[in-house]
C-alpha cells in the first residue's frame, strides 16, 4: 500500500501488515471516505440521531462531501429527520444511498425495509452483518467526512461499530442529568479502550429559554457539562437549548433548515 502511515487503529484495511486487533470491513471499492466520526450517547433519547444530523448539515455547508450512516438498526430516525421515503436500490452486491435535499448521502436499514414501521427484531450477530454491509456495500462515492449515528449505550451492537469501521473519532451527546451519573463515563472509557479519541461533548437540553422573556431555565438540572469535558480532556463542548422547533424538524423531516450556531462551530473544529 503505497499511502499507508503504519496506524492501524485509523485504518480500514485487511492488508497482510496489519498490527493486532480484529481487521476492519473492506471499504466499498468504489468509495473514498476520508474520515469517520462516530456520534454516541449512553442510553437513547438524548438526542444522537438528531445532532448526527445538525452535524451533518452543518459540516455540509462549510463546503464538505458529507455522508451519514445510521448505525442504529434498532431504533433508525435519520430518514425520517431528513424527510427521506425513497427507499435504497441495490443488488446482491452493492447498495445505492440515498442523498438528503443538500446531496448529503445516507444509508439507513429504513431505507431498505418495505415499510418503516417494521421492527427490526434481529439478534446481534445479524446486527452486526447489516453495519458491516453498510460499510462495504453501499457506494458512498467520494466523502470528505462520514457521521455514523450509532447504536445507544455500550453494547453489543456499539462495540460491532468500533471493531468494524475505522472510526477516527467520537462525539458524545448527553443531556445534563446523564453528566452527573456513569452513563457518559461508560460511553468514555468505551471509547478509550477502543483507542478512539473523544472529540467533542454535546449537552443537549440544557436548558429552556423563556420566548416571552429570554430568561434560561435548567429544566434537566444544572449545567456540568465544562467541568466534565475538563475532567476527561475533552476540547469542544456545544451545548443546545430545548426546542420546540427542533423536535418539529425532526418530525417534519426539514432537519436540513434547522441550523444553530453551536453546530456549526462544532462541525468546523470536528472537520478542520
Ligand atoms: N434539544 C431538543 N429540543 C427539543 N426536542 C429535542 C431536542 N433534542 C432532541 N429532541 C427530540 O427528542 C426526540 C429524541 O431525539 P433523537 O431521536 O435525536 O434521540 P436519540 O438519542 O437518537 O434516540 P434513540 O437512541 O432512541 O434513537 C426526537 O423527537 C427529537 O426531535
Known amino acids: 500500500m503505497a499511502d499507508c502511515n503504519h496506524d492501524c487503529g485509523s485504518c480500514g484495511e485487511s492488508c497482510e501488515e496489519r498490527q493486532g486487533g480484529i481487521p476492519k470491513a473492506p471499504m466499498n471499492s468504489e468509495s473514498k471516505i476520508r474520515k ?28 464538505k462531501q458529507v455522508a451519514v450512516m445510521d448505525a442504529d438498526i434498532t431504533g433508525p430516525s435519520i430518514p425520517k429527520a ?61 466523502i470528505d467526512v462520514m457521521f455514523v449515528d450509532m447504536p445507544p449505550g455500550t453494547g453489543d451492537v456499539a462495540l460491532t461499530v468500533y471493531q468494524t469501521l475505522p472510526v477516527d473519532g467520537i462525539v458524545i451527546v448527553t443531556s445534563p442529568q446523564e453528566l452527573v451519573g456513569m452513563i457518559v463515563e461508560k460511553a468514555y472509557k468505551m471509547a478509550e479502550m477502543m483507542n478512539v479519541p473523544v472529540l467533542g461533548i454535546v449537552e443537549n437540553m440544557s436548558y429552556f429559554r423563556c420566548p416571552d422573556c429570554g430568561s434560561e431555565h435548567a429544566i434537566f438540572g444544572e449545567s ?27 418530525d417534519n423531516g426539514t432537519i436540513e433548515d434547522y441550523r444553530t450556531d453551536a453546530m456549526d462551530r462544532l462541525a468546523d473544529a470536528l472537520i478542520r
Open 36 to 63: 469517520v466520526i462516530g456520534v454516541v450517547s449512553g442510553k437513547g433519547g438524548v438526542g444522537k440521531s438528531s445532532v448526527t444530523s445538525m452535524l451533518a448539515v452543518a459540516a455540509s455547508h462549510l463546503g
Open 82 to 142: 431528513f424527510g427521506i421515503t425513497d427507499k435504497a436500490m441495490g443488488n446482491d452486491e452493492i447498495i445505492l444511498p440515498q442523498a438528503t435535499k443538500g446531496g448529503i448521502k445516507t444509508m439507513s436499514i429504513n431505507l431498505l425495509l418495505e415499510n418503516e414501521t417494521d421492527p427490526v427484531v434481529w439478534r446481534g450477530p445479524v446486527l452486526s452483518n447489516v453495519i458491516q454491509q453498510f460499510w462495504s456495500n453501499v457506494v458512498w462515492g467520494d
Open 224 to 250: 456540568h457539562v465544562e467541568e466534565v469535558a475538563a475532567s476527561y480532556g475533552i476540547k469542544n463542548i456545544a451545548k443546545l437549548p430545548i426546542d420546540p422547533a427542533l423536535a418539529a424538524a425532526c
